[in-house]
């Protein structure tokens, strides 16, 4: 399943870049701008940051504070890891929850440029915190066994 998302990241994030790049070369070098371009960088943007965001948590390189990690004893970093991973499980949950009701609220409204279903610009948070949450409980069941003990000794270095 990373792959897969990193794969989708990375063919967003180029066409993105492709079409920001097209819309500038029309309109400074046609003098004829692409009307959509815009609309559809904006869009993609979204669904790019909420899948790399599912990618930092499922590779653990989001950014953490490790200062509580220094100062208490060893016998209790997979305790206080274990709490800190349900407690942001319980935030994606709950953010699965309010974006399923944000795209279901959005009805039939369409968008101006692409003419596109608002539904698909804003699925990618419940998507994106979907893979959140299924990373997350990968992670949580890697610090419960133990995996994760070795990044305490190299916090402390």
């Known amino acids: 399943m990373r792959k897969i998302v990193k794969t989708a990241v990375s063919v967003l994030f180029l066409?993105?870049?492709?079409?920001?790049f097209a819309g500038v070369i029309a309109r400074y070098v046609l003098n004829n701008s692409i009307i959509w371009a815009e609309e559809f960088s904006r869009y993609t943007c979204n669904w790019v940051i909420m899948l790399a965001c599912a990618?930092?948590?499922?590779?653990?390189?989001?950014?953490?504070?490790?200062?509580?990690?220094?100062?208490?004893?060893?016998?209790?970093?997979k305790a206080y890891q274990a709490i800190v991973d349900i407690c942001i499980l319980a935030f994606?949950?709950?953010?699965?929850?309010?974006?399923?009701?944000?795209?279901?609220s959005v009805g039939s409204q369409i968008s101006a440029a692409m003419r596109i279903s608002m539904r698909y610009v804003y699925?990618?948070?419940?998507?994106?915190?979907?893979?959140m949450f299924i990373f997350g409980v990968e992670r949580l069941i890697k610090d419960l066994r133990g995996m994760h003990t070795a990044e305490k000794g190299e916090m402390n270095q």
């Open 15 to 20: 066409a993105m870049v492709s079409v920001v």
């Open 55 to 77: 990618q930092a948590v499922g590779s653990n390189s989001h950014l953490a504070v490790d200062l509580i990690y220094r100062v208490i004893p060893n016998k209790f970093v």
């Open 92 to 104: 994606f949950l709950f953010m699965v929850f309010q974006s399923f009701k944000l795209v279901t």
């Open 123 to 131: 699925f990618g948070m419940p998507v994106g915190f979907t893979l």
